[in-house]
């Protein structure tokens, strides 16, 4: 009897201490004046899934976004080193149709407007690959990489292997990976890497003691700088999926190559996020070598992250939609929009303008998916030509705004990469780059469906029902 009073009193201490938990953490989450739908969906989750949820929280949950990786001084002092040279302080004209995104981009985050820059795109993985190894292998001072993936697989290893070489010969080489994103890649694969001279930083390196705050905000950035002359920006990670594809279909990504000027700001948001993890400024005329005009296209690179006070690239896609005129095509994989770009896109349709989403039909992530599902009716009743990709997993990151401004990078049209993720994207205005991005959306096109509303309302009801639940979680996605 005695031993059976024992355990209930240790039962009722455990409860005690549970609940007195369980509402302090609620406390602590209203106290954060966080967004109130994501707020809502913490207490929910705390009160619905109670272990469950507390585990989560500590995983997932807290706000630790005012604790800067990187002070502003050190971030000025960084920027100015791609803007401070006197051909980068020409006075470029925005162009007119833009003027006021232009201006809002580079009051945000001091994203200068660069000239002189050629795009080309990649929408092969076999052909991005072949084309990014021919650029490392002809590298004469350095090279700068960064991945959010960086597996250990057949694509993997050749990168590897092009790399070592290349620190051999004498070349600086620097590689950042996320620590989180490149999780499946044996910890020996980037220590034989450091072993032959590659300068290796993984990215908000995950230890138990730390789990908290750094599983929740990673480095989803795809960078490769060449000697400060040639960059690569996009979608694509570093493994075999990209050019092997998966089980049900190919992996159709987007990626760009950029020579001249805008390198620069490339260059910038590297060295940026390497210090931030190495703590080594590294600003010197090496890596800012004057540059040559390849092209005629203006171009921002807009960075993004948990520690700021604003969401750049959110609102800088708030202000193209808005600016919008003519025609809004949109490709993402993972579709879970904030309320304002919601209501954006909607607005946009409902005045006329041609707007066309195009989502995979199948995921690799099943309740962003689900979730992400829960917005067609929303985009679908205003109008919004809705396509799912047929052929494979749609990773591709792009936008093509009239006939003027493409936007492309690593940010996904989701809360997680415009309020958790270090992410860049680039902003390029000229008409025959929007050309060549247009025909990259059409050719899908001939490879997805159009969704009717019909077809959409015929869906039973118990996957409407899960999407609506699944959608109560949207914001912590």
């Known amino acids: 009897m005695e031993q059976m009073d024992a ?56 706000d630790n976004r005012k604790q800067r990786l990187i002070s502003h001084k050190m971030y000025k002092k960084l920027n100015r080193r791609s803007i401070g040279r006197r051909e980068l302080l020409e006075v470029l004209s925005p162009p007119p149709r833009h003027k006021s995104l232009v201006s809002l981009l580079n009051r945000l985050k001091g994203a200068p407007l660069y000239g002189g820059s050629s795009v080309t795109f990649y929408s092969d993985g076999l052909e991005k690959f072949n084309v990014l190894f021919e650029a490392l292998e002809q590298a004469k001072k350095h090279i700068h990489i960064q991945y959010y993936i960086f597996l250990d697989d057949d694509i993997g290893s050749k990168t590897r292997d092009v790399l070592v070489r290349k620190a051999a010969e004498g070349i600086e080489v620097r590689l950042i990976y996320d620590d989180v994103g490149s999780w499946k890649a044996k910890r020996g694969f980037f220590k034989e890497m450091e072993s032959h001279g590659v300068e290796v930083q993984p990215f908000l390196k995950v230890a138990f003691k730390l789990l908290t705050s750094r599983v929740n905000y990673r480095n989803h950035r795809k960078i490769v700088v060449i000697d400060g002359k040639i960059g690569f920006v996009g979608g694509m ?45 590294l600003a010197s005329d090496t890596y800012y070598p004057p540059l040559e005009n390849k092209g005629d296209n203006l171009m921002q690179l807009v960075t993004s992250g948990p520690v700021g006070q604003f969401k750049d690239i959110h609102l800088g896609i708030l202000q193209a939609i808005s600016n919008a005129e003519e025609c809004i095509y949109i490709q993402t994989p993972y579709f879970v929009p904030t309320d304002p770009l919601l209501l954006a896109i909607q607005m946009a349709s409902m005045r006329g303008v041609d707007v066309r989403l195009m ?9 962003v998916h689900i979730a992400s599902m829960s917005y067609i009716k929303d985009v679908l009743n205003a109008k919004v030509s809705v396509f799912f990709f047929e052929a494979g997993f749609l990773h591709s990151k792009l936008m093509v705004i009239d006939n003027s401004l493409t936007i492309t990078g690593s940010a996904n049209m989701d809360v997680r990469s415009f309020e958790h993720n270090f992410e860049i994207d680039a902003f390029i205005y000229n008409e025959e780059t929007c050309s060549k991005a247009k025909e990259i959306f059409f050719k899908d096109m001939e490879q997805s469906t159009l969704l009717s509303v019909e077809e959409w309302e015929k869906r039973s009801r118990f996957e409407k029902f899960k999407e609506s639940v699944i959608r109560l979680f949207s914001p912590l996605l």
């Not at 490339?266 to 080594?280: A, G, M, P, V």
């Not at 989502?359 to 309740?367: C, E, K, Q, Y």
């Open 359 to 367: 989502l995979p039909r199948h995921s690799d992530t099943t309740f």
């Open 237 to 281: 990670n570093i493994a075999d999926r990209y050019i092997k594809g998966i089980k049900w279909g190919i992996w159709r990504d987007s990626h760009i190559k950029i020579e001249g000027k805008a390198v620069a700001g490339l260059q910038t948001s590297f060295l940026i996020d390497w210090y931030s993890s190495r703590k080594e400024f």
């Open 7 to 62: 355990t209930d009193n240790l039962i009722l201490i455990f409860q005690i201490l549970y609940v007195a938990t369980a509402l302090g953490t609620m406390i602590v989450v209203i106290s954060e004046n966080r967004n109130p739908l994501k707020t809502i969906s913490w207490v929910l989750i705390l009160l619905l899934l109670p272990l469950v949820g507390l585990i989560i929280y500590y995983f997932f949950g807290e």
